[in-house]
């Protein structure tokens, strides 16, 4: 290399910056990772449920929206709740469903029926072990989060003859009962989301892909099936005040009911945005084991809510106005336009029967996620 007074020659430095720039220029762009299971639109239920004494009752639920691009990069919308802020409930619609069914308010958790309440920006990948970690890295107005928060999911797809995916957290399915595993920091997030589930396809997100009531009650395609799923939710080990702790449980959801049985249907209410059942010989303690069940439309796009109660505990009135089930859900809806069920939390906030006011009672809540799909996107249920 010939040197003028022991440096390097400005054309030989400008030479080599041009093959430098080719170099870059011509190495092949990498790849954007394709979309999970090849849906973009997800609906999805995360939850930070522990034991009491692992958080001190501050669990916490989120539903909302995955979506995902083809640039690699993902977004969300939700609603959150947190224990410690004891969200309320909320009138939602008249259930004036006629028959056995009593004609009551069905409610939801407040903030439900209006926009979502927060979201993030971020990006995806897939693990060497084939997992799709999801990395927050913004808020929705693209400011940057003080961390990054990421997700590791299980991806399962093919589901529906490949009209949907599923994506679950480690151990959301399992054995009914209180063996649940709980993640630990880093096998399901780096943050406190420990249990998680969510369905995507490509069908839109918008209020145009959500099946009504009366087609949920009277479309054979629909009615006849019964939605089973899991549902991870913390709740008290006894019902004893002196020894009992808060817990995490795995139960059921839904059951071999269906929303048309020809004996004893869902009925739905007369303005069409709701429908009711009095659900016979359930597990409620008292003489009176019948349970009341509604589920109603609310706001835009794939929102449905439900609420449930004991009858007896409306101790011979009409409707229960306390420690009712409210949970909000988002229909599942797959590539062809077919509903396949929902995915949905519950934030029970334990109230006075006197007052109808929060009262801090943090062991009696129930915050849970949950799945209650149709047999096609085959939940994982024990035997």
């Not at 599923?166 to 630990?184: H, K, L, Q």
């Not at 249990?195 to 396809?201: A, E, K, L």
């Not at 420690?323 to 396949?340: A, C, T, W």
Request: net charge positive; with cysteine; aromatic share 12%.
């Amino acid at each position: 290399m010939r040197r003028l007074g022991g440096r390097t020659s400005p054309a030989v430095l400008a030479a080599f910056a041009l093959f430098a720039a080719l170099l870059v220029s011509a190495a092949p762009a990498q790849a954007a990772p394709a979309r999970p299971g090849g849906k973009a639109n997800w609906v999805v239920s995360v939850g930070g449920l522990n034991t009491a004494a692992a958080n001190n009752y501050r669990n916490w639920v989120r539903l909302g929206y995955y979506v995902f691009a083809g640039d690699g990069t993902v977004t969300t919308t939700h609603w959150n709740w947190a224990q410690r802020d004891q969200p309320t409930r909320v009138d939602a619609v008249t259930a004036d469903c006629g028959g056995n069914v009593p004609e009551c308010t069905v409610r939801t958790v407040d903030g439900f029926a209006g926009n979502p309440t927060g979201g993030y920006q971020g990006t995806f990948r897939y693990a060497d072990d084939g997992r799709l970690v999801v990395t927050w890295t913004k808020d929705t107005a693209g400011k940057a989060l003080t961390r990054p928060l990421t997700e590791y999911w299980n991806l399962e797809t093919g589901l529906a003859s490949g009209g949907a995916a599923r994506i679950t957290s480690p151990s959301y399915y399992g054995a009914y009962g209180r063996d649940v595993e709980i993640p630990a920091t880093g096998e399901f997030s780096d943050y406190t989301a420990t249990f998680g589930v969510g369905y995507g396809s490509n069908a839109s997100l918008g209020r145009d892909s959500r099946a009504t009531m009366k087609q949920l009650v009277t479309d054979p395609r629909y009615n006849a099936q019964p939605y089973r799923g899991a549902y991870v939710t913390t709740t008290a080990s006894s019902a004893d005040p002196d020894t009992r702790v808060g817990i995490v449980e795995r139960q059921g959801t839904g059951g071999m009911w269906s929303f048309g049985d020809t004996a004893n249907p869902w009925k739905v209410c007369s303005s069409g945005s709701c429908m009711g059942w009095l659900q016979p010989n359930t597990s409620c303690n008292s003489v009176d084991k019948d349970r009341v069940r509604y589920i109603a439309e609310i706001g835009g796009g794939r929102r449905n809510t439900e609420e449930y109660w004991c009858q007896s505990l409306a101790q011979g009135k009409p409707c229960y106005k306390y420690n009712s089930h409210p949970r909000p859900m988002l229909q599942v809806i797959d590539d062809s336009g077919r509903f396949q069920g929902w995915v949905g939390v519950e934030a029970f906030t334990h109230v006075k029967t006197s007052t109808g006011l929060p009262d801090s009672e943090w062991i009696s809540g129930y915050w849970g996620v949950f799945d209650m799909v149709s047999a096609n996107l085959k939940p994982k249920l024990p035997a």
